[in-house]
């Protein structure tokens, strides 16, 4: 279960972060793939193996990204699947596809490219103005012209030539990395949310897996 008393550490929200559009690309690329493919073929029965190997590979990098969350984030979600029934795999699928949480991992990975993508953005512009400013007075001499020109070389409302000039903006970078620090830490908190909502289990899973555990033990004191 995720706690939200805590800020998620800051060296492993930026890496998460960072790491969040290429796995959402890879993921989507996998899922659009594969699920389509399977789909096309189910006729001929090749696409049922495809379409089973995107069940458990769903599933399986699922657990993967509850361990990456808990490793960079510090946030430990429980896992949400009820053991499945014993006996021929017919009744082993057929608990897996009945299994809501399989299809809210699906859900996940489908996201996780949007967000993914929005998540880098403002990581990336944040902290690329934040440090851009933050250093001003130490580079703007390695300009062209040994001057930075705002908004641009050929539009040059504000120009910066000297680092008296430039230390304002420098300030205004410090302001920015702290906003920047920030906005890291609570899109990481709110990734972890996400995170939590789809691949932990809801309130009647935890009541089915607690009905389920307690009724195991019953019947092992009965056979004992």
Do not use: C
Not at 30 to 50: D, K, P, R
Not at 102 to 128: H, I, K, Q
Request: without cysteine; hydrophobic residues 55%; glycine residues 8%.
């Amino acid at each position: 279960m995720v706690s939200d008393r805590r800020d998620p550490p800051f060296g492993g929200s930026v890496v998460f972060l960072l790491m969040n559009l290429p796995l959402g690309v890879a993921a989507f690329v996998f899922l659009t793939a594969f699920v389509s493919a399977g789909a096309g073929t189910a006729v001929v029965w090749v696409g049922v193996g495809l379409l089973a190997l995107v069940v458990l590979a769903v599933r399986g990098a699922a657990r993967l990204e509850r361990a990456r969350v808990y490793a960079l984030l510090d946030r430990y979600i429980d896992l949400p699947y009820l053991p499945l029934p014993a006996g021929k795999q017919a009744a082993r699928w057929k608990a897996r596809l009945k299994d809501p949480s399989t299809w809210r991992d699906f859900t996940y990975f489908a996201l996780l490219f949007p967000v993914g993508l929005v998540e880098f953005v403002l990581v990336t512009a944040f902290w690329s103005t934040s440090l851009a400013l933050a250093g001003l007075p130490v580079y703007f001499r390695w300009l062209p012209g040994g001057a930075y020109h705002f908004p641009a070389w050929d539009v040059p409302w504000l120009t910066v030539d000297s680092t008296v000039e430039a230390l304002p903006w420098a300030a205004l970078g410090v302001l920015f990395v702290a906003l920047s620090v920030a906005l890291t830490k609570a899109l990481a908190g709110t990734h972890a949310r996400l995170a939590n909502a789809l691949l932990g289990p809801t309130v009647a899973q935890r009541h089915r897996m607690e009905r389920w555990w307690e009724d195991a033990e019953e019947k092992n004191l009965v056979a004992g």
